[in-house]
């Protein structure tokens, strides 16, 4: 996880107490179902949201395959999250 950036609202009499955080998530699988499906099971968690915030999803992305060292391969789905959460 890393945070993009933080976004705060603010009101004609000053700053509210909902703020925004934009999240890059990275999911990773020895092969590409893999790295898509747990991106499919964080999507259902963040869309859900919970007490107090609630996340959408702004973009996302697929890396394709990365090479290791000793001959491993692994895939990566990212995506970007815009979560709202009361301060």
């Known amino acids: 996880i890393q945070r993009i ?16 955080a934009r999240l890059q998530f990275d999911c990773w699988g020895a092969t590409y179902g893999a790295a898509r499906n747990a991106f499919r099971a964080l999507l259902d968690k963040m869309e ?19 090479d290791l060292d000793g ?14 959460y009361k301060d």
């Not at 919970?50 to 990365?66: I, N, S, V």
Request: charged share 25%; aromatic share 12%; proline share 2%.
């Open 48 to 66: 859900t949201g919970g007490t107090g915030w609630k996340a959408f999803l702004d973009t996302e992305r697929d890396a394709g395959a990365e």
């Open 71 to 84: 001959g491993q391969r692994v895939f990566r789905v990212s995506g970007d999250f815009n979560i709202w």
């Open 5 to 20: 950036s933080t976004d705060r609202l603010y009101s004609h009499e000053g700053p509210v107490d909902l703020t925004g």
